[in-house]
């Protein structure tokens, strides 16, 4: 049974930094494309950042350079360090697993994933 389980969501003000987490069971995350999506209230779900097998990362164009992803394959968990956060970063955070053949922002879709967390709450004001 695969579970995704989130945390270190919250407030924050601009410019602020949080750190989110990912802590996977039942599968083995080091061979998985995994990744973070948000959703703001009103809008679609969106991509924000994976990271492959391999290690290999992407980002979308409006977190770049101030979002980083990395996982901790020991601990099967997944992180999103985000730095120099801006009001617009607001939204319902989730992280998303499964084992896909590609795995860049510019190509996955929402729907490939088949496992998700519940998500968490992140509010930059």
């Known amino acids: 049974h695969v579970q995704l389980v989130e945390s270190g969501g919250g407030s924050v003000q601009a410019g602020g930094s949080l750190r989110l987490s990912c802590a996977a069971s039942?599968?083995?995350?080091?061979?998985?494309?995994t990744g973070w999506f948000r959703q703001a209230p009103g809008k679609e779900r969106e991509g924000v950042a994976v990271?492959?097998?391999?290690?290999?990362?992407s980002f979308a164009d409006s977190v770049k350079g101030r979002f980083t992803i990395s996982k901790d394959n020991a601990k099967n968990t997944l992180y999103l360090q985000m730095n120099s956060l801006k009001p617009e970063d607001t939204g319902m955070y989730y992280c998303?697993?499964?084992?896909?053949?590609?795995?860049?922002?510019?190509?996955?879709?929402?729907?490939?994933?088949?496992?998700w967390g519940q998500g968490t709450q992140v509010t930059v004001s």
């Open positions: 998303a697993a499964d084992f896909l053949p590609f795995c860049a922002i510019a190509t996955v879709e929402l729907d490939s994933f088949t496992y």
């Open positions: 990271i492959a097998s391999d290690g290999s990362t």
């Open positions: 039942g599968y083995t995350s080091s061979s998985y494309c």
